[in-house]
C-alpha cells in the first residue's frame, strides 16, 4: 500500500475534523501566537502577513462558532446552569442544617424527620432526585414557625432550580443549526494554517522550534485523553496534567474513595497561583474552569491535585469535557 508523505496531508484538517471545539481552540491559539510574535517583530513582515491573512478567516470561524452556539449550543449553557446550581446544593444545605440544628439536634426525633437519610439526598441520585429531596424537606418542615425563615430560604433554592430545569427542557426542543457554515469556516482557516506552516518553514529551516511556537502542537500531536484516575497518599500534593482550556470548558472531579482533595489550575507544574476547587470527601462536582479565576489560560495550564485529608489517602477521577 503506498504511504502518503506526510507532509503532503493537512494535519490541521486531519485532527479538527468533526470536532467544532477542537477546530475553535486551534485557531485561537493560532492567532494569538500570531499576533504575539507580530508585535514582538514590528517589522518582520512574514509575521504581519501570516496574521492579517489569516485575521479574517479567524474572525469569521468566530463568527460561525458563536451563531453555531447560539442556536444549538444554547441547551448546552442552561443545562450547565442547572448542574451549576445542584452542586452548590450540598454546600447550601449544610448552612440550612446548622439553623435547623439551633432548634433540634442533629439526631433527635424531629432532626430525622426533617433529615431522614442525613444529606445524601441532596448530593446524589439524578436531577429530579435531588430537586424532589429540596421540595420534600420544604413540605416537612410545614408550618413549624421557628423554622419560618429557613422555610422561606428553600422556598426561594427550589424555584431558582425550577427555573433553570424549565429552561434547559425548552431548549431540548431547538436543533443546532450553522453546523455546515461553522464546518466551512473551520476548513477555510485549517487550510490557511497549513499555508502559514508553510510560510514559517520557509522562514525557519534550521530553526524548526519557532515554527512549532506559531501553533498549538500540543493539540495538534497529541490524542486527547479526557479521564485520569489515581491515588494519593495522605496530605500529597501531585502535578496531574498539562492542558490549555479554553473558557466554557468543564471539568468533573470525584473522590472515589478515601479523602477529598483540592484542584488548582497553576501556571507552574504543581503550582498552587490560582483559586483552589474543593471535592469534599466521597462526592463529587462537575465545574466550569472559571472557578479557578486565572486571567491566561495559556499561562496557567498545570492542574494541581492535593489530598486535603492528613490521615487518609484517597482515590480521584478527573474527567475533562
Known amino acids: 500500500m503506498k504511504r502518503i508523505w506526510h507532509y503532503a496531508t493537512n494535519q490541521l484538517l486531519v485532527v479538527s475534523r468533526g470536532n467544532f471545539k477542537r477546530t475553535i481552540k486551534l485557531s485561537r491559539q493560532h492567532i494569538q501566537r500570531l499576533k504575539k510574535a507580530m508585535d514582538a517583530n514590528p517589522t518582520d513582515l512574514d509575521y504581519a502577513k501570516a496574521y492579517n491573512r489569516y485575521l479574517l478567516l479567524h474572525q469569521a470561524l468566530e463568527a460561525a462558532y458563536a451563531n453555531w452556539q447560539s442556536k444549538g449550543g444554547l441547551q448546552k449553557g442552561d443545562t450547565l446552569n442547572l448542574i451549576q446550581l445542584l452542586s452548590l446544593l450540598p ?26 437519610r442525613d444529606h445524601k439526598p441532596f448530593y446524589s441520585g439524578t436531577q429530579d432526585t435531588k430537586m424532589d429531596a429540596v421540595n420534600t424537606l420544604i413540605a416537612s418542615i410545614g408550618t413549624e414557625a421557628d423554622l419560618a425563615p429557613v422555610k422561606l430560604t428553600l422556598q426561594g433554592i427550589f424555584t431558582e432550580l425550577i427555573a433553570a430545569k424549565g429552561e434547559q427542557t425548552g431548549e431540548k426542543a431547538q436543533k443546532a443549526t450553522g453546523s455546515s457554515d461553522l464546518e466551512t469556516a473551520g476548513y477555510n482557516a485549517m487550510v490557511m494554517q497549513y499555508r502559514n506552516v508553510g510560510l514559517f518553514i520557509d522562514k525557519f529551516p534550521e530553526e524548526p522550534e519557532k515554527i512549532c511556537a506559531m501553533f498549538d502542537v500540543e493539540s495538534i500531536c497529541n490524542p486527547e485523553q479526557t479521564i485520569w484516575k489515581g491515588r494519593l497518599d495522605f496530605s500529597e500534593k501531585e502535578a496531574m496534567m498539562i492542558h490549555t482550556f479554553e473558557a466554557g470548558d468543564m471539568i468533573r472531579g470525584k473522590s472515589v474513595e478515601g479523602g477529598g482533595f483540592m484542584l488548582y489550575l497553576a501556571s507552574t507544574p504543581g503550582g498552587t497561583d490560582s483559586e483552589k476547587v474543593v471535592i469534599e470527601e466521597g462526592r463529587e462536582w462537575k465545574f466550569d474552569v472559571s472557578e479557578f479565576h486565572v486571567t491566561d489560560y495559556s499561562v496557567n495550564r498545570y492542574l494541581t491535585i492535593i489530598n486535603m485529608s492528613d490521615n487518609k489517602e484517597t482515590r480521584y477521577l478527573i474527567e475533562l469535557y
Do not use: E
Not at 92 to 98: A, E, R
Open 91 to 116: 454546600a447550601k444545605i449544610n448552612k440550612i442544617d446548622v439553623k435547623i440544628q439551633a432548634f433540634h439536634d442533629k439526631g433527635s426525633q424531629r432532626w430525622t424527620q426533617l433529615f431522614p
